[in-house]
């Protein structure tokens, strides 16, 4: 039996799977027709952006640990593609900067899984404690 929270939940899914698709659609044409600059299509059609937008799908899925490591893993492999594209715009990060930084990116990946570990322990045993007696 679907609840209202169901179905809140799913059309915000939903609203967020259109507003992708309509925004792909948009920025192709926007492409086509020379409005965008053509290098910014190795940043927007990238498998990062991919990831990304993964997860702003898990987010309007109310999810919060997955799609955070999507967006940071998304986030960190775009940022050498639009230093690649735009040179100097983020202080010279340069081709190197996911074989100097990848530990970090493990690092912090790590930390958002076991904080979301506790945290849901913690809500867990908050709702099932018998604060009544």
């Not at 948009?26 to 020379?34: D, K, Q, V």
């Not at 498998?47 to 986030?75: E, H, N, Q, T």
């Amino acid at each position: 039996m679907s609840t209202f929270n169901d179905a809140k939940e799913g059309l915000s899914l939903t609203a967020v799977i259109g507003t992708i698709l309509i925004l792909t659609c948009l920025i192709i044409n926007a492409f086509n027709f020379g409005l965008l600059n053509p290098p910014l299509q190795l940043i927007i059609f990238s498998w990062p952006i991919l990831l990304i937008l993964l997860s702003l799908i898990g987010f309007a899925r109310r999810d919060k640990v997955v799609p955070l490591l999507l967006l940071l893993v998304g986030v960190f492999f775009l940022i050498p593609r639009i230093e690649s594209v735009y040179p100097g715009i983020l202080n010279g990060v340069g081709n190197d900067f996911v074989s100097k930084y990848w530990h970090f990116l493990l690092i912090v990946a790590g930390l958002i899984l076991i904080i979301g570990i506790v945290v849901n322990k913690l809500k867990t045993d908050f709702f099932t404690e018998d604060t009544y007696h």
